[in-house]
C-alpha cells in the first residue's frame, strides 16, 4: 500500500516565534486526531527548521521538511542550505523542483538531478515537484512536458532509489490562474506520472511510490480529490499556514 503522504509548504511566510506557534497547534491537534496511517510533513522556511523538529519530534507521524538544498555539499554559495545542514536541524523530507524555484531561480532539470541524488545519499526523502503551465496545457502538450521533466531529473536513478522519492504533480496552469482543474484532470495526471514511471522502472516500483497533488487542496476538496485511485496526498500550500484546515486535509482520507 502506497504511503499517505500530507505535506505543508510554508513557503516564504512566519516569523520564528508564528512558525513555532503554528507547528505547536499541529502537533497537538495531531496527538489527538491523526491516524497513524497518515504522514504529515511540515516543510518550513530554513530558519524555524529545527525549533520545529524539536515540536514534532513528540508525535511518531509528523515530520519536518526543507524547501530546497543545494546540488553541492559545502562551499562558497552563500544562501544556499546543504544537505548536511537540512539533516543537522532534525529534518527527514526535502521540496525539490517546486515551479516557483524552477521559475524565480531557474533551477534547471539537470540541477535537480543532481539534487535528488544528493538527498537519496544523505538519506533525505525527496518530495520531487512537476508541472506544466496554463499555455503548455492549452497546447496539449501537458504529457509529454512532465513526462520530459521526469526522465531528465529521475530516470538516471535505480529502482531501489526511485522507490524513497515522493513525487507532487503541480497544475501551475491552476494556481492563481482563475482556472480550476477538476478532479478527473487531476486523475487523469496522476495516472499519466505513474505510467511513465512504469515504462522505466517497472510497474511494481511504480505502484509503491506516493503521488500528491499540489494544485491548491482544501479541506473542501481534498475528499475527492485523496479518492481518486492515483493521488496519494497532497501538497499543501496555503491551507498548511492554518493548523486546522491542514489537520483536516490530513482526515480526509
Same mark, same amino acid.
Given at each position: %500500500?502506497?504511503?499517505k503522504v !500530507?505535506?505543508g509548504n510554508?513557503?516564504m511566510?512566519l #516569523?520564528? *516565534? &508564528? @512558525?513555532?506557534?503554528l507547528?505547536?497547534?499541529v502537533v497537538?491537534i495531531a496527538?489527538? =486526531?491523526?491516524?497513524?496511517?497518515v504522514?504529515m510533513?511540515?516543510c518550513?522556511?530554513a530558519?524555524?527548521?529545527?525549533?520545529v523538529?524539536?515540536? #514534532?519530534? *513528540?508525535v511518531?507521524? $509528523?515530520h $519536518?521538511g526543507?524547501?530546497?538544498?543545494s &546540488?553541492h555539499?559545502s562551499g562558497a554559495?552563500?544562501?544556499? !542550505?546543504s544537505?548536511? %545542514?537540512?539533516?543537522s536541524?532534525?529534518?527527514?523530507?526535502v521540496?525539490?523542483?517546486h515551479? *516557483?524555484?524552477r521559475e524565480y531561480?531557474? *533551477?534547471?532539470?539537470?540541477?535537480?538531478?543532481?539534487r535528488?541524488?544528493?538527498?537519496?545519499?544523505?538519506?533525505?526523502t525527496?518530495l520531487?515537484c512537476?508541472?506544466e503551465?496554463l499555455? #503548455? +496545457? =492549452?497546447?496539449g /502538450?501537458? $504529457?509529454?512536458f512532465?513526462t520530459k521533466?521526469? &526522465?531528465?531529473s529521475?530516470?538516471?536513478?535505480s529502482a531501489?532509489? %526511485?522507490e524513497?522519492v $515522493?513525487?507532487?504533480?503541480e497544475?501551475?496552469?491552476a494556481? @492563481?490562474?482563475?482556472? #480550476?482543474?477538476?478532479?478527473e484532470?487531476?486523475?487523469?495526471?496522476?495516472?499519466?506520472i +505513474?505510467e511513465?514511471l512504469?515504462s522505466?522502472?517497472g510497474?511494481?516500483?511504480? =505502484?509503491k511510490?506516493?503521488?500528491l497533488?499540489? @494544485?491548491? %487542496?482544501?479541506? @473542501?476538496n481534498?475528499?475527492?480529490?485523496l479518492?481518486?485511485?492515483?493521488v496519494?496526498?497532497?501538497l499543501?500550500?496555503?491551507?498548511s499556514l492554518?493548523s +486546522? /484546515?491542514?489537520?483536516d486535509?490530513?482526515k480526509?482520507?
Open positions: %500500500m502506497r504511503k !500530507i505535506a510554508w513557503k511566510n #516569523t520564528l *516565534e &508564528e @512558525g513555532v506557534s507547528a505547536s497547534e497537538n496527538k489527538d =486526531e491523526l491516524t497513524s496511517d504522514t510533513v511540515l518550513t522556511p530558519i524555524h527548521m529545527a525549533a523538529s524539536k515540536l #514534532t519530534a *513528540e511518531a507521524n $509528523v $519536518v526543507a524547501q530546497n538544498i &546540488e555539499e554559495y552563500t544562501g544556499d !542550505i544537505a548536511d %545542514m537540512a539533516l536541524t532534525g529534518a527527514e523530507f521540496i525539490i523542483g515551479s *516557483e524555484r531561480h531557474f *533551477e534547471t532539470n539537470a540541477q535537480l538531478a543532481a535528488v541524488e544528493l538527498a537519496l545519499a544523505k538519506g533525505l525527496p520531487f512537476c508541472g503551465s499555455e #503548455t +496545457r =492549452e497546447a /502538450d501537458h $504529457v509529454s512532465v521533466q521526469l &526522465e531528465e529521475l530516470y538516471q536513478l531501489e532509489q %526511485m524513497k $515522493v513525487i507532487a504533480y497544475p501551475i496552469w494556481i @492563481g490562474t482563475g482556472v #480550476t482543474a477538476s478532479t484532470q487531476a486523475q487523469e495526471m496522476h495516472k499519466s +505513474r511513465a512504469a522505466k522502472f510497474a511494481e516500483v511504480a =505502484e511510490i506516493s503521488i497533488y499540489g @494544485g491548491s %487542496m482544501k479541506p @473542501g481534498a475528499p475527492e480529490l479518492a481518486q485511485p492515483d496519494d496526498g497532497g499543501i500550500g496555503g491551507a492554518k +486546522r /484546515d491542514f489537520i486535509i490530513a480526509s482520507y
